[in-house]
């Protein structure tokens, strides 16, 4: 092959090579977000150190719905980020009675949450603000959530959790 056909094929070789590179970059860190997940609050569905993308852009065209698991920095503490569960949207009254979820006072169907992480305490209700959301950890019994430190505003809220890749053996969507 002539010195002149290899240096072309090299160059297309190389452009296509910075284009992925470019376009992967773009994803990841303008719509999804790798996160590795910290603690066992989320359990049964997301295990200490599993790993996650997180969509960064889909809150832009719809709305926050109740069962999203949402990724958003922590109230107390806007340095770390936390994952947890939307039960209460804005407006509603939220309250825990023997660990029943209750929204404006109809029992919440969850069933994503298995009886074993259930807990059978009673907290306070809550009506929640416009622009917040009333959060839960899945893990009951293990988690610090909107039971203990109050409602999410929609600001801190950056991601929806949509894709377990790591460990392989839970490679797949999140429900």
Request: hydrophobic fraction near 40%; glycine fraction near 6%; charged fraction near 25%.
């Amino acid at each position: 092959m002539p010195p002149s056909r290899r240096f072309f094929e090299m160059r297309y070789w190389l452009r296509d090579l910075i284009l992925s590179l470019l376009l992967a970059f773009v994803v990841i860190f303008f719509l999804y977000q790798p996160v590795q997940v910290e603690g066992t609050s989320m359990l049964p569905r997301l295990s200490n150190h599993e790993r996650i993308l997180v969509n960064k852009f889909i809150y832009r065209f719809e709305a926050i719905q109740r069962g999203d698991i949402v990724v958003f920095w922590f109230p107390l503490d806007p340095s770390k980020s936390y994952i947890k569960r939307v039960v209460g949207l804005p407006g509603e009254r939220v309250s825990v009675v023997d660990g029943q979820v209750l929204i404006d006072g109809k029992v919440l169907r969850e069933p994503y949450l298995p009886a074993r992480f259930s807990d059978h305490e009673t907290y306070s209700p809550v009506l929640v603000d416009p622009g917040h959301f009333y959060v839960l950890g899945d893990h009951r019994e293990s988690s610090n959530d909107s039971r203990v430190w109050g409602t999410v505003e929609r600001r801190s809220i950056y991601g929806k959790a949509v894709f377990v890749y790591w460990p392989f053996s839970e490679f797949g969507p999140v429900e």
